[in-house]
């Protein structure tokens, strides 16, 4: 693998798990898939880490369904459901395919470069 590309993966994998909307599970396939680095077991996590990434990413249509529903009025609260629905709605219109919260960003961002982790 080119090794910008897996400082890139790296950085952003960090970044990933910083962020307060990154799932325990997604935390946990990050922490294996950075210890593999370097090893042999490196290609078997980096198929793994990118599955979970692939089920974890919210599709922007799922983020606005679970907003404007009750159990995400139950989550976030009325008005900050609200507020996430209109968001979701606004940055679908301008394009975008999935959640903007800085998890989904990150893991975005990680599978832009899934081709050359895979190589």
């Known amino acids: 693998m080119d090794k910008d590309v897996l400082n890139y993966v790296i950085d952003k ?9 990154c799932s325990s599970e997604t ?9 593999a680095v370097g090893t042999e077991e490196e290609t078997a996590e980096t198929v793994k880490y990118i599955e979970e990434l692939e089920a974890d990413i919210m599709p922007i249509d799922l983020l606005i369904g679970f907003a404007e529903s ?3 009025i139950k989550c976030f609260g009325e008005d900050t459901a609200k507020n996430i629905a209109a968001h ?3 940055i679908k219109a301008a394009g ?3 959640c ?5 960003a990150a893991v975005a ?3 832009e470069k899934k081709d050359a982790l895979l190589k």
């Open 109 to 111: 961002a990680i599978l």
């Open 96 to 98: 975008a395919k999935f």
């Open 13 to 21: 994998t960090h970044e990933l798990m910083s962020a307060p909307s």
């Open 100 to 104: 903007d919260c800085p998890a989904c």
């Open 70 to 72: 009750d159990g995400g």
């Open 88 to 90: 979701a709605r606004e």
């Open 27 to 35: 935390k946990a396939a990050a922490e294996a898939w950075l210890k």
